[in-house]
């Protein structure tokens, strides 16, 4: 590979056991040397063979985070966006399963006719591509690029052996090592145990990595003595050992590492010079998080409450929006289901604001219309996103509007009211890999709405990831019946924004904008939701 730009690669791998916030790492280190002035972004490399995880359930993989651009990617790219507030591309994310989409079309193209095609060079060489790509394009300083999976992971290893030659093309004052792994707590014996972090170093060194710097995740300090021994047996400096212990919000994690000096070391190994980390602003949203005034309830009524990480970035934005009205909101997660059985109000009375969030298929849907009906009725502020808008809209067909049994075509067919169904362009799609309405596009406000209050101006864009809209046939007699259509795509003529009448607050946006919430900028409508919640309570 041919080094084009002066662009510097960070490369952050895992080792000992998956979760341990590798995504936060990557970008806090990203979020530092962004205040210093430099030029970055992040590539997420994920080993699985899917071509991006929009196909999987969210219960096995989290969010499926999207960028503007509609690429369907990994979660840990809204983490790298909430932190350096710099947009992801569909370049920011590669899997397995594209190196080897573009690999193969390759060879049958016959660009290594007469060759055979192997592991190393044809897979390694595209992988370094991608990350060349991305530091030339962007003509960056610094390109973090964040390794998913553990170190020792079968289908890790062209990564790593990928990560491992770029350090040998680009000279060692050009590349850098991050590792993390896990120092646990034994309880039993009262002790930090350093073995773990110690195999899994020796891990790498067998791939031909020495790791420059370990961030040593754990829950309890660990003490001088152990940090020497994993520095002494890792071959690592001392001060390049870095403790990283658990914090009460991710959001303390960047400043926890600028007071270990990790962005000075790193400038230091990489011989960047650069102001310091200006972090004034992070601390004081940082600082609000920790110390709130008031404290309000939120049910979230969904179908993927067993996994959190399915509502990543939801519980992020009121993480901004509490911050911002300078309250904790606490998150009732709430199962539809469960609201199908028993109702709707022993388990919604005690919070202050109710949000149905997106989802996919007809599971629990009638549980989610039922809060619904209990938000409109009770007064109770009300935030629908992608389906959980759709569902607004049914119930409201259904019990003001008089069209009995209304509902979506992605839950019934054979409807004599179709209220939400299928644009004609989707009803030819057959399949299913990247196919949704996606990514950014424009919405026209109503003046005097609720959204026009919390936007401030008529032309908003925000991010999309659904096949289903509100059916245009019906928009008139809902009108008529007193839903205000507060926002519209006027281009493709679509509903995007919908709003109750004599309610104090209840909104339903057909996209996420939960995806473009920062700690430093909490999206609007979040930030007037748990406003409109702190005031019911009151
Ligand atoms: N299932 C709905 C659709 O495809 C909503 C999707 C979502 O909530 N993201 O339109």
Redesign the pocket.
Known sequence: MQKKTGTKFIFVTGGVVSALGKGIAAASIGLLLKQRGLKVSILKLDPYLNLDPGTMSPMQHGEVYVTEDGAETDLDLGHYERFIDVNMTKQNNATAGQIYETVLSNERRGDYLGGTVQVIPHVTNEIKNRIQFIADEGKLDVLIVEIGGTVGDIESLPFIEAIRQIKYDAGSQNALYVHLTYVPYIAAAGEIKTKPTQHSVKNLLELGIQPDILIARTEQPIPKSAKEKIALFCNVEKRCVIEAKDQSTIYQVPIEFNNYKLDEIICEKLGIEAPESDLEDWKKFVKYIKTPAHNVKIAIVGKYVGLKDSYKSIIEAFVHAGSENKAKVELKWVNSEDIEHSGPADILSDVSGILV?????DRGIEGKLLAVKYAREKKVPFFG????M?CAVIEFARNVGGMKNANST?FARKLKFPVIDLMADQKKIKIKGGT?RLGAFECEIEKGTNMFNAYQKTTISERH?????VNNEYINTLEDCGLVLAGKNKMLNLVEAIEMPDHPWFVGVQY?PELKSRLTKTHPLFRDFVKAAINFQK
């Open positions: 969030p997106g989802g996919f298929g996103i992608c389906l959980g759709q992605e949704m990831r659904h096949r289903f809209e996420h």
